[in-house]
């Protein structure tokens, strides 16, 4: 009987952590404890010595002493301030206006919007919400079709999941052992790729069904100018000049790839802003403008959201800065930017400041009871079992990369995004890595599937924000005074199917085109391949890590 | 059960009051980076002690704020069965996960934390890195967390078999809950629909 104990304790002790998470207790402990249980069998067995435990204090100290880890605070107390700065509604607001008018404008906007917070805040709560307060509103007042409008607010507001800077992307390239910085790089793209999706599933629904997704008549629009005009061309204009601004500042400059593009649109966007500003002037001491009242509106919303954009990810992306640099900067400058626009109250900061303390508090507890749990399973071979399990599936990569998907998919319709990242991921990579798969690829691929977790109704977190803002109720409609209908939870579920689809075909497109993740190699400060071999493959040390590279846990 | 509760008030009060100071560390850890980061760029110029300042600063919000966030129920729990279950049966389930994976887990980090503190401070253990700081406040910050998550566990107990006796109303709320209380007190920061349309 003990023999068989002794010799199955991997898969009984993947079990028993199953069981005691299902029950419900807080997950941080529950892993720990599941560690510490099994370790007392395990000496009981003589298959550890008694000292075993001994190690447990120096695995907490290697979590203190990693550094990546602060970039988890520092990218929330910089979402948490954003959140509240103003930039969100006068991003929608603007965006509405100029895309307002054409079919399926105001769902564009969303989706643009949504974007531009993820690369930004990026936290889903806050961009649903802001979206769910501000713009749902007026496409129901329009009639938009509510599955179509919900849908289209909560899948924007999962962008932030995984356009950098997020912090499923932290916490993954932490798991898997590889660089955030690359991660980032490796994000962007696929990101966008989303991005485009929502756009074209937005497109296709209007070309169909031109009912659901109408644009909003002329005279609703604001920021017209006084002859009516909407000042579109001017908007134009000042684009390409501010492009052709930064292409010739960088013209000479040696760079090329990212570095070019960030560069380039941050000298563009300088020169935009500079505009701008000289149109404001002059209009107001001489009543004399040269942009449309558009053009210098959009201009002057875009500029934080961009410069932030910048500051962050851009240095990030050069090679300028640490991903823990380009967090606290960010943090920073989001404190900076909500002074400025006089939203900075004392009772904002302790709200960021308490809320960034406590989920720091949960998350860095659910590594920590990670580590106590991998001590013991690692030292009764578990992650050989896991392995041995996942590199002998039939298929090779592909067999592996469909069933590992597969395997998430439904798990996030259970588990959200930290209790993945932080137990099933480890377990995940090394079989990865053995099968030959680029990691950064690998993460990438797992952090777009893992993006439904947010949107399986009925426990994604972005039907559940958007449904707590959405009216319950039937309501009086405050500009038209006509009695609207109220959002029905349904539809709210309903909304979100297509874009779980949306998300699997983005899989799908990372899986068929490893170029848009891969790309990352080409730029940025270049490690050497061989190098990085050597720090991972350490799989018959003692368990100082979850059998990853030291640097990060 | 009257006394016990007394404990169980004190014991939260101290946890709180502990972890709504220490949250303002994060604010100092975003400045400190934040400086550092703008003189290696600029001055080219860096030291170990600021850049090893950082983690010490995080790891006290992390470390000493985990009681206070159990004691505000926010370390995430798989509540996808568990919500299924009765009231009061998830109630037992709470006090069996105090008594049987929280309590051992805190006493086992104690007695081990202990000594590893100790080792570190009796030499004194300076910084891995040149000009780097001590490592034995850093490594005195485990066991101090483990002892107070081990009275917040006590505290958490009598809590639970409290509600569970009716003695005292259930101070936690639903997750649900939660999410409209965010959502409300960001809609109270939001001008509704600003201008025009």
């Not at chain 1, 769902?107 to 713009?135: D, E, K, N, P, W």
């Not at chain 2, 550092?36 to 080219?44: I, Q, S, V």
């Amino acid at each position: 009987m003990l023999a068989i104990l002794a010799h199955n304790m991997a898969p009984i002790m993947f079990a028993a952590l199953v069981i005691f998470l299902l029950l419900g207790y807080p997950v941080a402990f529950s892993l720990a404890a599941n560690g510490l249980i099994f370790a007392v069998i395990g000496i009981e067995l003589d298959l550890f010595r008694p000292d075993f435990l001994q190690a447990l204090p120096n695995r907490v100290y290697g979590v203190m002493s990693n550094d990546t880890l602060l970039a988890i605070p520092f990218f929330t107390f910089m979402g948490l301030i954003l959140e509240r700065s103003g930039m969100a509604e006068d991003l929608l607001d603007t965006i509405g206006q100029l895309f307002g008018t054409i079919r399926g404008g105001l769902a564009y906007a969303v989706v643009f919007v949504g974007a531009l917070l993820a690369a930004t805040t990026g936290v889903v709560a806050a961009s649903v919400i802001s979206m769910g307060l501000i713009s749902l509103p007026i496409m129901l007042r329009y009639g938009y079709d509510r599955r179509l409008a919900s849908g289209v607010i909560a899948a924007s507001g999962t962008l932030a999941q995984i356009i950098p800077p997020s912090l499923v992307l932290i916490v993954m390239a932490d798991q898997l052992g590889r660089s955030v910085g690359d991660m980032y790089e490796g994000a962007f793209i696929p990101g966008l790729a989303l991005a485009a999706l929502y756009a074209v599933y937005v497109f296709l629904v209007t070309i169909f069904n031109p009912k659901s997704a109408p644009g909003l008549p002329l005279e609703s629009v604001g920021y017209r100018d006084e002859s009516g005009k909407r000042g579109l061309l001017s908007l134009l204009v000042l684009t390409i000049v501010s492009g052709v601004f930064g292409w010739l500042v960088m013209r000479d400059s040696g760079t090329h790839g990212a570095d070019f593009v960030v560069l380039t649109m941050f000298f563009g966007m300088v020169f935009a802003f500079a505009v701008a500003l000289v149109n404001w002037a002059t209009d107001r001491a001489f009543g004399f403008r040269f942009l449309s009242k558009l053009a210098q509106q959009v201009t002057f919303v875009m500029v934080p959201p961009l410069f932030l954009i910048f500051l962050v990810l851009g240095t990030i992306f050069i090679g300028l800065a640490t991903p823990t640099e380009g967090g606290a900067m960010g943090a920073t400058g989001a404190l900076v930017l909500a002074l400025i626009k006089r939203r900075l109250t004392w009772d904002l900061t302790r709200q960021a400041t308490e809320a960034t303390a406590k989920l720091s508090a949960f998350v860095v507890f659910i590594l920590i009871g990670a580590r106590v749990f991998s001590l013991t399973f690692y030292g009764v071979d578990g992650h050989r079992w896991v392995e041995g399990m996942l590199t002998s599936l039939p298929g090779g990569q592909i067999g592996f990369l469909i069933f590992v998907n597969a395997f998430i998919f439904v798990l996030a319709f259970f588990l959200d995004f930290f209790e993945l990242a932080f137990i099933v991921i480890p377990l995940l990579g090394p079989a990865a890595e053995h099968l030959g798969i680029d990691l950064i690829w690998f993460g990438v691929m797992l952090g777009v599937n893992m993006q439904t977790s947010f949107m399986h109704p009925p426990f994604g977190f972005a039907l559940f924000y958007l449904r707590s803002v959405a009216p319950r109720e039937s309501y009086l409609d405050r500009l038209t005074g006509k009695r609207m209908e109220p959002v029905t939870t349904g539809q709210i579920y309903w909304g979100a199917i297509p874009f779980v689809i949306i998300q699997l075909i983005g899989v799908a497109l990372v899986i068929m085109f490893p170029i848009m993740v891969t790309h990352y190699k080409d730029t940025g400060p270049q490690i050497d391949p061989s190098k990085v071999k050597i720090e991972i493959e350490q799989p018959d040390l003692p368990p100082i890590d979850f059998g990853q590279p030291p640097n990060f846990k | 059960m009257g006394i016990l509760l007394r404990l169980s008030r004190a014991i939260d009060a101290i946890n709180f009051r502990i972890g709504k100071v220490l949250s303002w560390l994060v604010v100092v850890a975003i400045l400190v980076s934040a400086t550092n980061a703008t003189t290696r760029k600029l001055f080219n110029a860096s030291s170990n002690a600021w850049l090893e300042l950082q983690w010490v600063l995080f790891s006290a919000v992390f470390l000493l704020c985990s009681p206070w966030t159990l004691l505000a129920n926010e370390h995430i729990r798989i509540d996808i069965v568990n919500s299924m279950f009765p009231k009061r049966l998830r109630d037992g389930i709470d006090v069996f996960g105090h008594l049987f994976f929280l309590l051992p887990l805190t006493i086992v980090m104690m007695v081990t934390s202990l000594p590893f503190f100790l080792d570190s401070f009796n030499i004194r253990e300076q910084s891995m890195n040149a000009g780097g700081l001590a490592q034995w406040p850093a490594k005195a910050l485990i066991f101090i967390c483990f002892f107070l998550l081990f009275l917040q566990g006590i505290s958490e107990l009598i809590k639970r078999v409290a509600v569970m006796r009716g003695d005292i109303p259930d101070p936690y709320g639903t997750p649900r809950s939660a999410a409209e209380m965010e959502a409300e007190q960001f809609t109270a920061t939001l001008k509704p629909e600003s201008h025009s349309n």
